[in-house]
DNA sequence: CTGAAAGCGCTTACAG
DNA sequence: CTGAAAGCGCTTACAG
């Protein structure tokens, strides 16, 4: 027997109708012990797996999820943000714990893809994940809620949002990292990355900081603030165009730890040192952030449990139970980019 | 009409036969333009997606790759390694590019996984990735392919494996690193990383290097080779033993960067400075090689590459061409860390 | 070029 | 506790 053995197959093995196999393996009460074991063995025997095509056809759900990631397209094509790596590698194993499979897909920005796992039946509900301008992004969500998509995204929460949406608290993480380098004396604080409303993560960072200054009585200058999208090479670009304004600086809190490293290599290349001349904190706390040199000052999301929320929440969705969006704490970590 | 549309409900709204819209949705010639016209108004109108479980289960195959990826128990939990998620990330997009769906799982090295996605028809092929004993593995592997799964393995390619294996020149890459090293003068070269036959690509990496010792005249002294797994902290432990032992070395070969990155720490906690006293290389060129201080110099697996390969070799696999092991060729990226 | 019909391998009322 | 039967939504010979 070549083709892989069927329900059918084990029903004539064990000595009962198909039926009888069927309810055995979903582990109804409904069977004989003596008959469950008769089909375990011929289960065991034949090496039979259920078919997950048939039997997710006839149950009309799947038990996968599917994880969009978006690219920003004028991102650097080569390397994936490690930070939606790390929550990529969290969300499976979230997954994986909870039974369900996972389908990954990488998405531009740009492209019609709105509901196409959940429409063709490929998954029960699907975790959105990426950066990109929030403004272009809402029109499709909107579709998403329209059509009864289940999805959860991973975002800046906003009052007013369509569907459910999970993030961490970006306001208190800039107001954190403001507050630090306050503390450390520093009073000329630039602010690296996109700080307007089609980046609401960056701009909730941003509205920290700002509202941190402030308490402080510090003014706010805002030829410190220099948009930059969330890679080493624009936060290279950025820091490059700041020094360039020589309008003075003694810190620099970048929007993410890819924009605070690239912003590092750039003071270091017009010799400014750090933490000595300019102190620096970035905002993710990348694998990266402890190993660069000084090991660099940043705002933990804690991706494990960001995963688990993500997944748990759209499972909740799923069971069709009411699902709040929710926001995550973040915490300071605090290394020698920012000691001086 | 709460339910999502089927093929009958377009099939009602085009004035056609079901059978007809499932032909010109699969783009079969034998449809009339105008007929086909009719009815992708009406997918269009009701905003229809055909249901993949009832395609795959009636087309018996599912336009899905499985990637297994495989962590070793006793790693740290808490971080993929970089160099995989990298592969994963080039392994999406291949997939994508193919119009491949990827299911994704992690799944603990000693578990009984073998084939559980093939066999329950949720993919069509299956790519291994991970670290592992290879001895442990490969019982499994034996088992894959009698099964008639059809997968692909990334590591070591060697002979008389069972199945298809896809790995760098990991030999050619040992051999350049010491090769560079001695160029730079060092004699003293410890290499840190297992070196036996349960570990197959750090025991080439190995291989590779004893050979460029052996050219250059150097002796070989087993004292300067140190166990470690890829992980920062067993590079960090690794380099504190062998520093320990106290029988001096000029420069260290780390079988991974993970390793290598743990084996700088190491050394700098000892007051030993890099590259001045101890010429660093390590292996992979993951990002973070790049931004640690000073840059490490490496050998660059070209993750892109080798994730196009793998899914390639795959499809070959499922439509039932013959298929070949693969060794994909290595690049050393010298950086600061080995110029002394 | 099109339709009627069988069947992919399950799950689940329904009847006993 | 078990079996016979319907049906999930497609695809694909078969017949015209």
Redesign the pocket.
């Known amino acids: 027997m070549k083709?892989?053995?069927?329900?059918?197959d084990i029903a004539h093995l064990a000595?009962?109708?198909?039926?009888?196999?069927?309810?055995a393996?979903?582990g109804?009460?409904?069977?004989?012990?003596?008959?469950?074991r008769r089909i375990e063995a011929a289960v065991e025997q034949l090496g039979?797996?259920?078919?997950k095509?048939?039997?997710n056809?006839?149950?009309?759900h799947t038990g996968t999820l599917a994880l969009l990631l978006f690219e920003d397209p004028t991102a650097d094509e080569s390397h994936i943000n490690p930070f939606f790596l790390s929550m990529l590698g969290s969300i499976t194993r979230a997954c994986a714990q909870q039974g369900y499979d996972l389908l990954i897909s990488f998405q531009q920005f740009s492209r019609d893809w709105h509901a196409d796992f959940a429409d063709s039946k490929k998954a029960d509900g699907i975790i959105l994940l990426g950066y990109g301008d929030y403004l272009a992004y809402r029109g499709k969500l909107d579709k998403l809620v329209d059509q009864g998509t289940r999805f959860v995204r991973w975002g800046a929460v906003l009052p007013d949002q369509p569907g459910v949406s999970i993030g961490c608290d970006n306001f208190c993480g800039g107001h954190t990292v403001a507050g630090h380098l306050l503390d450390r004396g520093c009073r000329r604080i630039a602010f690296l990355g996109d700080a307007s409303s089609h980046y609401p993560e960056f701009f909730e960072r941003y509205r920290g900081y700002s509202a941190a200054l402030e308490k402080a009585g510090v003014e706010i200058d805002t030829a410190l603030q220099e948009n930059a999208e969330s890679t080493e090479s624009s936060g290279y670009e950025a820091m490059r165009t700041l020094i360039m304004r020589d309008i003075g600086f003694d810190a620099v809190f970048a929007a993410s730890d890819l924009i605070a490293i690239g912003a590092m290599r750039a003071l270091s290349d017009h010799g400014l040192r750090v933490p000595q001349d300019v102190a620096v904190a970035g905002f993710d706390d990348i694998a990266m952030a402890s190993f660069v040199n000084p090991p660099l000052t940043t705002v933990l999301q804690d991706t494990r449990q960001a995963g688990a929320v993500l997944v748990d929440s759209l499972l909740g969705l799923v069971r069709g139970e009411p699902v709040e969006s929710e926001v995550l704490p973040v915490k300071l970590m605090v290394r020698r980019s920012s000691l001086r």
Chains 1, 2 share one sequence.
Not at 28 to 36: D, F, I, K
Not at 48 to 51: A, M, P, Q, T
Not at 57 to 60: C, E, I, N, P
Request: aromatic share 2%; glycine share 6%.
């Open positions: 083709g892989k053995a069927t329900s059918i000595g009962v109708s198909q039926a009888t196999v069927s309810r393996l979903r109804s009460p409904l069977v004989n012990e003596e008959t469950r039979y797996k259920v078919d095509n048939a039997s056809l006839r149950k009309m």
